[in-house]
């Protein structure tokens, strides 16, 4: 099975930092990965698809980058509702893997 | 409205069995590769099992292959996730979620229930 690595595990900010999340594959997967945001007590929610698709609806503050191995997530200028758990998951090959998530707190 | 909503969760007894249900409303479920993933209480996420629209193919996650059987009924608008043999490494929350396959196929789960939780008491 493809091992995913995110890091870091959790992350301290305020409102308005731009933050970089990382999560690495142990092969190459293409861009075949997504990011996923979870609030508390909520169902996950589908943020980027394909490495850097934004899905419909998500701010525009959300960008996704990277192929292969390595991928970023990153936040241009925190939100207050941004303050949330988030995982990587590669959808290139069974079985799919998520990344271990970053908690996002606020500093 | 479209959603999914997942029910069957409950408290069993290790070894014992239960049986999943995610029931979709406002779209046709069959048209969709159905995923089920879990999370362990205070855990991360974990993929659990995947059937496709036409039971083209299924998958399963090592940790539960043998144990759980997904399935579904279109005339019901559901999928399933049968689980037997369960131990404490199984009490978690079941989420379904619907695979959405972009125009140039990357997937992705854009439609997740709210999940419905597995207690397995040793």
């Known amino acids: 099975a493809i091992q995913v690595t995110q890091s870091p595990s959790s992350l301290t900010a305020s409102v308005g930092d731009r933050v970089t999340i990382t999560c690495r594959a142990s092969q190459g997967i293409r861009k075949e990965l997504g990011w996923y945001q979870q609030i508390p007590g909520k169902a996950p929610k589908v943020l980027i698809y394909?490495?850097?698709s934004l899905q419909s609806g998500v701010p525009s503050r959300f960008s996704g980058s990277g192929s292969g191995k390595e991928f970023t997530l990153t936040i241009s200028s925190l939100e207050p509702e941004d303050f949330a758990t988030y995982f990587c998951l590669q959808d290139y090959s069974y079985p799919y893997t998520f990344g271990q998530g970053t908690k996002l707190e606020i500093k | 409205e479209v959603q999914l909503v997942e029910s069957g969760g409950g408290l069993v007894k290790a070894g014992g069995s239960l049986r999943l249900s995610c029931t979709a409303s406002g779209f046709t479920l069959s048209d969709y590769t159905m995923d089920w993933v879990r999370q362990a209480p205070g855990k991360g996420l974990e993929w659990v099992s995947s059937?496709?629209?036409?039971?083209?193919?299924?998958y399963y996650a090592d940790s539960v292959k043998g144990r759980f059987t997904i399935s579904r009924d279109a005339a019901k608008n559901s999928v399933y996730l049968q689980l037997n043999s369960l131990g404490a490494e199984d009490t978690a929350l079941y989420y379904c979620?619907?695979?959405?396959?972009?125009?140039?196929?990357?997937?992705?789960?854009?439609?997740w229930g709210q999940g419905t939780m597995v207690t397995v008491s040793s």
């Open positions: 059937i496709s629209s036409r039971y083209t193919y299924i």
């Open positions: 979620a619907r695979k959405y396959i972009s125009d140039h196929d990357f997937e992705a789960f854009d439609l």
């Open positions: 394909g490495a850097s």
